[in-house]
Nanobody, 118 residues
């Protein structure tokens, strides 16, 4: 059974940083793509960052230069480092993984809330 469990969300002030983690079990990340999505209230879920098995990356324009996706295949962990956070980054963030060539992949976590507010 594949499980993705996110952690690290919370309430932060604008300009602050936060790191999200995603613990993956049931698969070996070496051969899987990983991504982060987010969904704000009243909006569609959108891709934030995608780390493909080819070694290439894809970021949403709104987060380029501020967010970084990374993975530790040995630990089966996925991370999203978020810097210079803005109120518009407020959303539920979802971890996503699978064997497709690119996101969205087959497996999803339950999500973690990130709120950016002064």
């Amino acid at each position: 059974q594949v499980q993705l469990v996110e952690s690290g969300g919370g309430l932060v002030q604008p300009e602050e940083s936060l790191r999200l983690s995603c613990a993956v079990s049931g698969i070996m990340l070496d051969n899987y793509g990983v991504a982060w999505y987010r969904q704000a209230p009243g909006k569609q879920r959108e891709l934030v960052a995608d780390s493909r098995t080819t070694g290439s990356f894809n970021y949403a324009t709104s987060v380029k230069g501020r967010f970084t996706i990374s993975r530790d295949n040995a630990k089966n962990m996925v991370y999203l480092q978020m810097n210079t956070l803005k109120p518009e980054d407020t959303a539920v963030y979802y971890c996503n993984s699978g064997r497709r060539g690119w996101a969205p992949y087959e497996y999803w976590g339950q999500g973690t809330q990130v709120t950016v507010s002064s």
